[in-house]
């Protein structure tokens, strides 16, 4: 049964009456599809499923399905730690050793905190292991043998923000080992049994069986369907719960207040932002977001397993909560909780609609690529859907925001940055500049333009035998039938990645397997001659892969 209080009515659709046409676009007998959960002052007012909770058995999505909610399980281990904390038994402010000893000795050791906020800088296992062994699941024990392996970082404590499952999954096990309870078993009983959470769990895989749980769907090029695995048998407090609308509603509810679970003082901190080294402010808190949407305040967190996404949000000034999960409908959950604020409180209450630039202004930098030989970031512009888009080590391209003198991505965008240039620079030229300058997280990077036309057969002086000692694996560049491949061989699988050229040093890396993953490789020579690599993706910086064999 799905519910809606929105009265009928041939006026035009606002507020409840207008949801269900913003989820048409899932409501479908032959495909997965979402649940949503809406609630204001206190009261839900919408709560319907669309589309299959599973293709394979034709059963529909409910209100009362239960779904992933992914990366929105990152405050509740926050929660967890900070009750740790108002015991006196973690100290969530000293470095990460003081709990995880046996982490190698690094030239910074970032604190609890700065791994909440995704600003320790260590690297993350689960991206790593993309980057190692492609899609194969791994079993428990890889996650923090992967972080024991690291001897670089991204960064230095509190310079920069790049999202990091990592993080999110040492401090799971330090929570357990404070606790000496299960991290599992500490969310149950100090969090979600004494808020009536009820049909909510953690669930390190995707392999278990839960009752009323929807089946997660990839969608493929042939229009088929394909089962979504997380790539880990422990996926913990950095993505592993299942909810339905219903618990999350009453847990946004709480988050809100008045709170039964964690002090005021706890709470304060979970949505207290902390700006980066540089002075430049964060919007990510302590496992949530905290930003403007059209000139209202919202808290909210996202998330996205393989096959299914989450959006969470409240809007506390008016008292207005969204939740919505899916299981492999092919839509924006942000977008539609946004779509769904827009409804409910509309024009009257909201501000402008955020401008995205056009990419009309900026023909002249549109497929131009750009490298900063002090970093080795590489950003790209290219037409989205007729905004000018910006790609972030080959990642796909997300609009920039139009504000007037500058153009952005926010943190809130990207999960990493923010990033910001300056619109003269680049609007209304014949030919792309040579040169331009980027603020990434605060810190201002000059970058070069890579040239139109690569070298013919740029790939051809890498190849030869490689190891990646962070990675502990062998690795191969060969020309695979007419494609140039980097092939790793990782402790679980042969994952094979696509070398596109930008320049005879630069070079575009993917994944056909996981699109989504995507990466940068640049070369490492000496007097001429190849000695090595670096791989960069949004998430890890400078992957070094030696020469071992020409």
Known sequence: MNESTAPETKAAKTGVAALDGIFQVANKADAPGLVVGVAQHGKTVYRRGFGLASIELGVAN?????????????????????????EGKLDIDVGVRTYLPELPKLAKEPTLRQFMSHTGGYRCYLDVGFMSDGMAIKPKGVALHAQLRQSEVNFAPGEMMIYNNGGYHMLSLVIERVSGMKFERFLEERIFTPLGMIDTRCVQSDFEIHPNMATLHVAQPDGSWRRGIFPTEENRGEGSMISTIDDML????????PHRVGTDASWKQMTTTVPLSSGTPSPYALGLMVHDYRGVRVIQHSGSVIGGTCQMITVPAHELDVIIMTNGAVVNAIELANKVIDAMLGDEVLGPVEERATAERFKAVLDKHYLSPETGLVVGFADADGKLGLTVMNSAPVPLRDEGETLRIGIEDLAMGPFQLTTAALADLETAPAEIELAESGWKRRLQLLPDAPPA?????????????????????????????????????????????????????????????????GVDRHDGAVTGFRVDSGRTRHMRFQRIEA
């Open 457 to 521: 057969d740029a790939a051809a002086p890498l190849a030869g035998r490689y190891h990646a000692r962070d990675l502990g694996v062998d690795a191969q560049v060969l020309l695979n039938g007419d494609t140039w491949t980097l092939r790793v061989a990782g402790d679980f699988a042969v994952n094979d990645m696509v070398l596109t050229a930008l320049s005879a040093d630069v070079f575009a890396l993917s994944l056909p397997e996981f699109p989504k993953m995507r990466m940068v490789l």
């Open 62 to 86: 409910t209100a009362w399905t239960r779904m992933r909610i992914g990366s929105t399980t990152k405050h509740f281990t926050c929660l967890a730690a900070l009750l740790l904390v108002e």
């Open 250 to 257: 009453r847990w946004l509810a709480h988050l809100r207040g």
